[in-house]
């Protein structure tokens, strides 16, 4: 399908809901109407799309949007959209409704959906990438991790209160099943004596030694940040668990910070950036691309074809680890 017969776009969000998604759909509407492009919402991600839950956007549509949280289309993950049955019935929906291009904002999930369904049926889509993990090959950032930094260190700030009132050590898990950006970062940003992430297994003994460390050097209280990946112990129950039953005169606190990390008016930066994004997942459209994400490298931005966005493990910054080793001591 060449550009020239793009006239309608359909945006939809899937997977897991990330502050900014909001801002990126705005941004999109936005650029339709500018672009002289009508535009479809469709609610529930795949689950929609298959089900044919459209509706018509303008620009009036969208507004006041920016500064909320999550997504008012709706998310949802959809096992059936894996199957070819549920694809095809994706594309006739799309097609009824006159729909030229999609473009789909998430994560990896999202995006191998979208890579699957583009080259079935050489339908074009453009990804936008949001997702709090900031696990996304190809580029610096995903919409919604600088909010979710923010969120947690807040939070981290709170618990070291309570941590030096009553000499405690504190574990506080935040997500990062796959990737360790969000403990990384929010850990040097919180002053976290401590970080354990997926791609670099401390192993419990070098645990312990970094405690008995901390102890010797005259800290009375300690703030460990774990990413739920984290390989150290099967959860952070049983890391603590194990604190506790190897080092005397630690009294052992757990917090999970949960879906907390998700919620929440997006942050100035991420509003940006989504509404960046947003323009120009269109004007990739209207140029003729397609299986493509749009991110940010260096603060240009880049159009990836999905097949890199999704590939590979996440790589960790080494500099934030040399920094986060170092000013712990």
Known sequence: MSNNKIK???VLTS?????GMNAAIRAVVRSCAFNNLLCDGIYRGYEGLMEGDFEPLNARSVKNLISRGGTFLKSA?????????GRELAHQHLLKASIDGLVVIGGDGTFRGAMAFGEEFHFPIIGIPGTIDNDINGTDFTIGYDTALNTVVGAIDKIRDTAHSHNRLFLVEVMGRDAGDIALSAGIGAGA??????????GKERLIES?????NSGKT??????????KVGKNIYQIADYIENTLTGYDVRVTVLGHVQRGGSPSCRDRVFASRLGVNAIDAIIRGEH???IGVQNSKVVSVPFSEAVKGDNKIDKELIRVADITSI
């Open 8 to 10: 309608k776009i359909g």
């Open 15 to 19: 997977g897991g809901d990330s502050p």
């Open 77 to 85: 993950r959809s096992a059936e959209f894996r199957t070819k049955k």
């Open 193 to 202: 004596e401590i970080i354990l992430i997926p791609e670099q297994n401390l």
């Open 211 to 215: 405690l008995k460390r901390s102890k």
């Open 221 to 230: 209280s300690s703030i460990i940040v774990v990413s739920e990946g984290d």
């Open 291 to 293: 299986g493509v994400m």
